[in-house]
């Protein structure tokens, strides 16, 4: 075995979730690896789709434009209920502050392809084959042993460890976490296949007494994805999927002839919500399905694990490079654990009503939702709720410790712990830099450019200063500091800045930082 090598983060695990936190951590300069006991990405689509806030949240590291060539922009649902199809738009209302109002579906495969690229491009090398089978708290190290394909075993003492593993976790299991809840009882069948008689650019939800079938516009690797829970007679995951059974199911479920032709890819699955008790222990952080996995209602599943990495990684690289304390740190969970809890929460419920076998359910689907759905197309600001929640542009964290709390006046701007929005003028290109970044808002000839210095004083290439003028989001004179992730972390209005200058001594106290890069 070799001798130990040291590094900062071990990233176990190369699905979405590991690959946005190694491109994170690469653009702040720390010092790690990623490993994955595949030999290969996935290849088939599992998860599709991607939210507004993770399109957001990726773009400063160069992905986002590439993610939407390559998937479909869906804005549209077609709800076909007993008697009547109601057209529903999806995200056409509360979309003004996101460069990306649309719901894009590619396949989990394009969507590693894509990361992977930009990691390899940086420079940064995905070690598959390599598997963690140990690690162990020793002091101010983790103790990790790695296996690799060709049975090679290799000592690695990294700072913190962080499981982007999955649902089978080495990570969680070797920390001790405990990963509770409870699984589904139905099994579920994926497709991705070819669709004759099916109307494209947008998604089908077919809602029956039986439960719910549903068609998702891809672009590969194949156009359609079904999505629909196994008959009984056929409930064994063990029983291999075929496209007669497809082709059954769907028949069962829909009056107009659809043809399905040309799988690309099939399986049966079951579906379970359980989350873990903590997302850290000590050395060790989870993220991603090692965290949460639940069912896909909502799409809430691969945007939930990258938002986690995204929130993780900046923190690690600055506690790594000393440019902040373990205190931010703690922050993560504190953070993350209340989203993931409240994901299982929608997904568990919006999945009982989806599937629920109760008389009171089945009546829901095929006497109250006919009646229901076409009001809720009239009632713009219910639907703005629900684009707010499903797109995960409402995700704020006003509760953390590292939000500084202050007096706000009902619509005079977004406050701390919330997201910055994109208008006006174009805010997230404009952030998009590594590190935090202070905004100053009102007449450029309020702000002595001294005071400035001063309160980023021993912190200059952390922070951005930018002057907007009398186009920022709030009214009057204001200063923000955005954290890396696109969040406010403190907010006040006039020029005083001894309130700023308290904030980054608590959180960003050194001077000596690397400089990310």
């Known amino acids: 075995m070799k001798a130990s090598r040291s590094i900062e983060v071990l990233v176990v695990g190369a699905g979405p979730t590991g690959l946005a936190l190694a491109a994170q951590l690469h653009a702040y300069g720390a010092h790690f690896r990623i490993v994955d006991r595949q030999l290969d990405r996935v290849r ?16 400063p590291y160069g992905v986002t434009d590439e993610l939407v060539a390559r998937g479909n922009p869906a804005v549209q649902l077609r709800l076909h209920l007993p008697g009547r199809t109601v057209r529903l738009p999806l995200f056409d209302i509360g979309t003004r502050d996101t460069p990306y109002p649309f719901l894009l579906f590619l396949s989990q495969a394009e969507t590693e392809s894509v990361l992977g690229s930009r990691l390899a491009e940086a420079g940064t090398v995905v070690e598959r084959g390599t598997e963690l089978t140990e690690a162990r708290t020793e002091g101010t190290h983790v103790a990790c042993r790695l296996r690799h394909q060709d049975g090679r075993e290799e000592s690695v003492n990294a700072r913190y460890v962080v499981g982007c593993d999955g649902a089978h976790s080495t990570v969680r299991d070797q920390a001790g976490i405990r990963f509770g809840g409870h699984s589904y009882p139905q099994t579920f069948l994926l497709a991705d296949l070819e669709v004759d008689g099916l109307e494209r650019g947008a998604v089908h939800a077919y809602m029956t007494e039986a439960g719910m079938l549903f068609f998702f516009p891809l672009v590969t690797p194949a156009s359609w994805r079904v999505l629909a829970i196994r008959p009984p007679e056929a409930m064994s995951t063990g029983t291999p999927v075929d496209i007669g059974q497809v082709q059954a199911i769907v028949d069962r479920y829909v009056s107009d002839r659809l043809h399905l032709r040309d799988p690309v890819w099939m399986t049966g699955f079951r579906l379970h919500n359980r989350g873990a008790r903590n997302y850290r222990a000590g050395r060790f952080f989870l993220a991603g399905d090692a965290a949460h996995i639940h069912s896909p209602a909502g799409a809430q599943g691969m945007n939930t694990g990258i938002q986690d990495a995204l929130n993780l990684g900046w923190k690690l690289a600055l506690v790594c490079n000393g440019a902040a304390g373990e205190a931010l740190l703690d922050t993560y969970e504190s953070e993350r ?26 009546l829901a689907r095929t006497r109250v939702a006919p009646r229901v759905a076409p009001l809720v197309v009239r009632l713009a600001p219910l639907r703005a709720a629900v684009f707010r929640t499903l797109s995960q542009l409402g995700i704020r964290y006003r509760r953390s410790p590292a939000t500084a709390k202050s007096p706000h006046r009902r619509g005079h701007g977004p406050r701390p712990g919330d997201r910055l929005p994109d208008t006006p003028g174009n805010l997230h290109a404009l952030t998009a830099e590594p590190g935090y970044h202070l905004l100053l808002c009102g007449p450029r000839d309020s702000w002595d450019p001294d005071v400035i210095t001063t309160a980023t004083s021993g912190r200059e290439h952390l922070i951005h200063v930018h002057t907007l003028g009398t186009s920022g989001p709030w009214r009057g004179i204001t200063h923000c500091l955005v954290r890396p ?11 005083d800045l001894a309130g700023l200058r308290g904030y980054l001594d608590r959180w960003l106290p050194s001077s000596e930082a690397e400089k990310p890069r």
């Open 485 to 495: 992730d696109g969040y406010l972390a403190y907010r006040a209005e006039g020029t």
């Open 337 to 362: 654990a209340p989203v993931g809890r409240q994901v299982l929460r929608f997904t568990d419920r919006a999945f009982t009503v989806a599937t629920g076998s109760t008389p009171l359910l089945r």
């Open 44 to 59: 088939e689509s599992r998860a599709l789709a991607i939210q507004p806030r993770t399109l957001e949240a990726l773009a």
